[in-house]
């Protein structure tokens, strides 16, 4: 009877998904609790890869079920894709899938009103996926968001909807200057999205922890990473979401005492996608090296990833804010090809040393003070055991867990199940 977590404790893409697919074989429900079709999450099995947006990747046991939060939105042309692209490799999604009657629906018009924002902000852009995601989270806070229970109902999606669109259509026409949105096509596209779902949905904070209660175990998937988070990222290069542990528990409407551990996802070093600051960050043929050697390229946009050396400071404030109890430090194996490797351990500023990670977000004129460890020269993609790492690597991994003061607990060398260490 306990939920366990997993968190990013970057800007997203740290490996969370082989994590989640390596903890996912003794789960019996794996919920989806924030963002949505933004996310990318790969998973190699048998040398076969599966990338997930909405779905948790969970799916890939065949005894797991897996939830769509509350928390989440849900794009219903990006479901009905990864629902075709599983059953075209025999997975039957509709048999396994829930859907929270709460979670928020990401209506086309989110989707070109998120491109044609970021496409007239110039240099102001965030660099989201165009994915509508900001805007659906706009539209919920503002309170004018379609609800998956809202679908079910011919006539409460009548009079949502046409609500919904006056307000929308007066912003596509006044302030976006875009074509209005015709109703009826978009209510019959709803409704019949309804009709696929209608087994699927449920009041899904009920299911969770009534089946909590009677021994069964759950795990959350978080998805981005904490220096997304609306939050406590960096405000505002961010998601719309709280990617974060707090973002867990009202995202899936679990009852917190549940929550036993909270792994956060940590890759050897650091990627970012899409604008703000990264203190860490390499140029020039550094990044290319390290890019090419990790496969850095954004899996739900294919966008070259931003990258850099391990920070200390990022991790610590995702420790705190996340209440991490672990750390599984991912891709260390991509670091092989270094003969020494840095760790930014601290930021100055002005030539003051500051206290923490900023949440203002205001990273501006920050100097990072690395840290520099021989490097092990050495593959290690085919090792098993802790014990068979090079002695440079185990150093490594342990002055990370020193310098963050979060137990590291796993280790993975590789993109396969099979390439995951316990310590
Ligand atoms: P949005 O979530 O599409 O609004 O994008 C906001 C920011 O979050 C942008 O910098 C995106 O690149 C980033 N982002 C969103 N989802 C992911 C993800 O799954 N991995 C990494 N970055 C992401």
Not at 22 to 35: A, H, T
Not at 162 to 182: A, Q, S, T
Not at 200 to 205: A, E, I, P, R, W
Request: proline share 4%.
């Amino acid at each position: 009877m306990s939920a366990a977590l997993v968190v990013g404790t970057q800007w997203g893409d740290e490996g969370k998904a082989k994590v989640i697919d390596y903890l996912s074989s003794k789960i019996d429900f794996i919920v989806r609790y924030q963002g949505g079709a933004n996310a990318g999450h790969t998973v190699v099995v048998d040398g076969e890869t599966y990338i997930f947006h909405l779905i948790p990747s969970g799916i890939l046991y065949p005894n797991a079920v897996c939830v769509i939060g509350n928390g989440v939105v849900l794009d219903p042309e990006a479901f009905r894709d990864e629902v075709r692209a599983l059953a075209r490799r025999n997975i039957e999604a509709k048999e396994r899938v829930i859907i929270s009657d709460a979670c928020h629906l990401v209506l086309p018009l989110h989707r070109i009103i998120d491109a044609h924002r970021e496409n007239a902000a110039g240099e102001k852009k965030i660099g989201t996926t165009k994915r509508g995601i900001g805007i659906c989270y706009g539209d919920k806070t503002m309170r004018i968001g379609l609800r998956a229970g809202d679908v079910l109902h011919a006539d409460r999606l009548r009079d949502r909807l046409g609500h919904i669109l006056e307000i929308k259509n007066y912003e596509l026409k006044n302030l976006y200057r875009l074509p209005e949105v015709e109703f009826n096509a978009l209510y019959e596209d709803l409704l019949a999205f309804g009709n696929e779902i209608r087994g699927m949905v449920k009041n899904t904070s009920l299911l969770l922890n009534e089946n909590l209660a009677k021994g069964k175990t759950v795990l959350l998937e978080g998805a981005q990473g904490t220096g997304l988070d609306i939050d406590f990222g960096t405000y505002p290069y961010v998601t719309s979401s709280n990617t974060t542990t707090g973002g867990a528990i009202a995202g899936s409407g679990i009852d917190f005492r549940f929550l036993k551990t909270v792994t956060g996802i940590s890759k050897a070093y650091v990627s970012r996608v899409g604008e703000g600051p990264f203190p860490t960050e390499l140029f020039g043929a550094e990044v290319e090296k390290l890019r090419e050697l990790g496969h850095e390229y954004g899996a739900t946009t294919g966008r070259p990833r931003r990258c850099g050396w391990f920070d200390v400071e990022l991790v610590r404030h995702a420790a705190r804010v996340n209440g991490l109890t672990e750390i599984a430090l991912t891709k260390i194996d991509v670091l092989s090809a270094y003969d020494t490797i840095k760790i930014g351990v601290g930021y100055k500023r002005g030539g003051e040393k500051l206290p923490a990670f900023p949440t203002d977000g205001y990273l501006e004129g920050v100097e990072v003070v690395y840290e520099e460890m021989p490097g092990w020269k050495k593959e290690i993609g085919h090792v098993l055991k802790y014990s068979d790492l090079p002695p440079e690597c185990c150093k490594y991994i342990r002055r990370l867990e020193e310098l963050c003061e979060v137990p590291i607990k796993l280790v993975s060398v590789g993109p396969g199940r099979e390439h995951t260490i316990p310590l």
